[in-house]
C-alpha cells in the first residue's frame, strides 16, 4: 500500500491540530472514482491553500449509496493510490461514513473546501472548521469535467465499465 494512504488515527498523529508546529493543513474530500483534469486542478487549487493537503475519499460502499449500482468502477484503495501519488495530495484518508464529518472533526484542518457545485450551507464540516478558528473555502468547478459524464460517454460507445470491486 502507498505511504501516503493513511488510516484516520495515522492521519490525526500526523496532521492534528497539536502535531502541525504552524503548517496550514487543508482537507478537502470525494469520490474521485476516475480522476480527471477537474479533480487534478481542484486538488491543486486546495494545496495552494495550505502546507498540507489530506484528501478523505469515501469508501466503496459509500459511494455505491450515493452514487447507484455500478459505481465506483475503481475500488477505493485504487482510487486512495491514485490520489496518494499526486505530487499536490500530501495524505488520503479513506472513511466509511456518507460523509466526512468524523474525520473532518477529529482533524480540524486550518481550511476545508469544497468545489463550488456545495452550497455552502451544506457543506459538511463547516461548523467544526469554523467553530475551531478555520476557514471553508469552495473552489469554483472546472467545467467540462464529469466522472458521470465520462462514464455515459463510454456507454454509449460501447465501451464495457470495470465494475469488479
Known sequence: MHPG???MEEAILRFGREK???CR???TNG???LLHPGHI???EQARALGDALVVGINSDASVREL???GRPVLPELERAEILASLECVDAVVIFKELTPREIIAALLPDVLVKGGDWPGDQIVGREE???AGGRVVSVPVVAGYSTTAI???MRAAGTPVRNDS
Open 129 to 131: 472548521v469554523e467553530a
Open 151 to 153: 462514464l455515459d460517454k
Open 5 to 7: 494512504i493513511l488510516s
Open 25 to 27: 493543513v487543508v482537507f
Open 31 to 33: 469520490c474521485f472514482d
Open 67 to 69: 452514487k447507484g449500482a
Open 20 to 22: 502541525r508546529n504552524g
Open 41 to 43: 486542478q481542484s486538488l
